[in-house]
């Protein structure tokens, strides 16, 4: 398994950005696509938004869509979610995930999780 650590959630007005950060160690003979999703207090956990193993192909959910952008700097193992034009909606834990073969937006197919970290988005 790899171990994930995020950071850079916080509180945020509606409209405004923020970015998170994950940082991956461990499995790393191998390549994998890593995602974020997020949970909102009640309900499921979602998918946000994924990015293979070298960058080059993404997936969005389509809530966010044209907002939120994934990016991964390959030789620091770190993927960083970008994420603007805020919501209250878009309130919720952000987990990092890794372990899928590609970007994929099940969560089955992630066999990695980090601990979470909380985003709030005032109105």
């Known amino acids: 398994q790899v171990q994930l650590v995020e950071s850079g959630g916080g509180l945020v007005q509606a409209g405004g950005s923020l970015s998170l950060s994950c940082a991956a160690s461990?499995?790393?003979?191998?390549?994998?696509?890593m995602g974020w999703f997020r949970q909102a207090l009640g309900k499921e956990r979602e998918f946000v938004a994924a990015?293979?193993?070298?960058?080059?192909?993404?997936h969005y959910a389509d809530s966010v869509k044209g907002r939120f952008t994934i990016a991964k700097h390959t030789a620091r193992n770190t993927v960083y979610l970008v994420m603007n034009s805020l919501k209250p909606d878009d309130t919720a834990t952000y987990y990092c995930?890794?372990?899928?073969?590609?970007?994929?937006?099940?969560?089955?197919?992630?066999?990695?999780w980090g601990q979470g970290t909380q985003v709030t988005v005032a109105s």
């Open positions: 990015i293979s193993w070298t960058g080059t192909n993404t």
């Open positions: 995930a890794a372990g899928a073969a590609t970007p994929s937006d099940y969560k089955a197919d992630f066999d990695s």
């Open positions: 461990g499995r790393t003979f191998s390549s994998y696509a």
